[in-house]
């Protein structure tokens, strides 16, 4: 069981930028690839980017490549999601995600259903 609680969003000016963290619970962080997704109103669920359990590869959606970094501290359980140039189609709200580590492949760390742990979430609002 592992228990994920993100922190870090808020309102920022398009340009500006932000930097999520995700705390997990539990003595097997390592043991799992680790995600961030956000949802838009009226729109799914969205892979933004994901972390192998070694922090050795990582994956971007194209809209926030060269804008997002995804890191992580596995000896303090938490994974970030450092926003640069943040745009107004970046609000959403932020959810980071854990999955057991398996065979490391885009099509699988990009899809929601593959993760089995999920935080409540932390709205990310960017004005124009």
């Known amino acids: 069981q592992v228990q994920l609680v993100e922190s870090g969003g808020g309102l920022v000016q398009a340009g500006g930028s932000l930097r999520l963290s995700c705390a997990a619970s539990g003595r097997t962080f390592s043991s799992y690839d680790m995600g961030w997704f956000r949802q838009a109103p009226w729109k799914e669920r969205a892979f933004v980017t994901a972390i192998s359990w070694s922090g050795g590869s990582t994956y971007y959606a194209n809209s926030v490549k060269g804008r997002f970094t995804i890191s992580r501290d596995n000896d303090k359980n938490t994974v970030y999601l450092q926003m640069n140039n943040l745009k107004p189609e970046d609000t959403a709200v932020y959810y980071c995600?854990?999955?057991?580590?398996?065979?490391?492949?885009?099509?699988?760390?990009?899809?929601?259903?593959?993760?089995?742990?999920w935080g409540q979430g932390t709205q990310v609002t960017v004005s124009s």
């Open positions: 995600a854990a999955m057991p580590r398996r065979f490391w492949s885009p099509g699988v760390v990009a899809g929601t259903k593959n993760y089995d742990y």
